[in-house]
């Protein structure tokens, strides 16, 4: 390699083990800094020393090397799969914010929302801007960057970000654009005007007209600069490890690309931290989303349903002779357990399961997960709880070995009608267990969802049927 080329690439490398020295220190200082991020930049620079000195051949080894460690200690996975005893996940971000939306929640009228937040009251106006936001996001077909440090190349004039028929957006994505666009433009779509520097800014973003943001019919179209932003967050998430707040992602989203990754600009964040912390953007978002039609699996897959409703002939000491539950086993204890409803937490520890239950405000049945580790829930009294959320993870508490026992009590309420009402009841077909508990597979199919869908689901219940 000519000298003047080794000079730059161990120039390049000095400045960025300088940046990682700095983000480590960084790290180190922050409340819930993530394993294994400054290994990852030494590695990245390693790695770069190694081309500058042997080649590509070497740096094919030392890439391999780097590619299998970040994939080893990040755990940024989307993957089931993913180390299901370490549910820790980046900054600041909880479960419910690192989920992605599901494709059947659905949008509110703005007629239907209070626009009072902790820090603001909204128009009708500006909430409709949220609700276009909102749908914008809904519909972009996200690349999810994280791992590349590739600037976000804009489609050209008259085209259009791509779009996919259901969301790949997380619930938190969407929350950091409302909260950037609360902070920077008021929650306006205002047309471009120049600034103090001379850069005309405007849409809902408030925005420059340049190479970074777009032409100005781009910056004005909500549609397409949703689209700008969210694809910038997943590299301002991505460039912000290991601390990752929000606020510095929204902050980085925001900036130039001059300034993106530049230690000399202020990267804080900080303006946006009260709009995050007050939880402005998230409880618009909870009052435009919709998701009371939703439902999913209690847990991964593949599974096995061992034990069914009803009467049962269990060899396990204190295990109940009639089950008003289903158990699921996806792989033994530390596996995800999943919000299958929305609802409110209104139940946490208690019983010899330690029972957690969460009422869905649709039906008002109580779901209730069992055997799940006392304090290790990741949910709290109180809390309202999205379809799909990581709750808990499955356990061994009580008896039965680690598996997640599902029950569902709706009990019928005499002068009141309930959806749950003509289901099978506890009290319809026996006298030796609680009464108000109905079949979890018939509650569910309510919501089209199958809980022993043979695809995924392998019938173990004693009796040798699915009950």
Known sequence: MPAPAVAAALKAAGAALGKA???????????????????????????????????APAFALGAALLVTT???????????????????????????????????????DVSDVDGTTTNGTWNASQLGHVREIIEAALTQDLPQQRGTTSLVRLPAEGESWPTAGEPTVRYGEIEAALVAAMEDADLKVSSPLPGGDGTSRGGAFHNAVDSDWGTRAQVMDVEFSTGTFLRRLDLGVMLAMPTTEPWVAIRKAQTTWAEFDDDDVDNSGSQYEKWWHDGDGGQLLSAFLDGSACATLPTGTPYDMTSGFGARNLDIPGASRWHPAWDFDPGGCGRPVYAARPGTVTMLGGGAANNLGITDPETGAQLEYLHTPPGGELVSLGETV?????????????????????????????????MTDELTHTEDVTTETYAGYVHPAH????????????????ALDDTGIKN
Do not use: M
């Open 21 to 55: 020295a700095a983000r480590g220190a960084a790290g180190s200082a922050a409340k819930r800094s993530r394993k294994g991020g400054g290994l990852f930049v030494l590695l990245a620079v390693a790695a770069a020393l190694i081309l500058v000195v042997f080649g």
């Open 443 to 458: 509650y569910l199919n309510l919501f089209g969802v199958d809980l022993c869908d043979p695809t995924v689901c392998t």
């Open 386 to 418: 999205a379809v799909g959320q990581h709750i808990a993870n499955i356990g061994d508490y009580g008896v039965g070995g680690c598996h997640l026992d599902l029950r569902i009590y709706a009990p019928r309420v005499p002068g009141e009608s309930r």
């Open 70 to 108: 970040a994939a080893g200690d990040e755990g940024w996975s989307d993957d089931d799969d993913a180390d299901p005893e370490d549910p820790s996940l980046p900054g600041e971000w909880n479960a419910q914010q690192w989920s992605i939306v599901p494709a059947c929640v659905t949008l509110r």
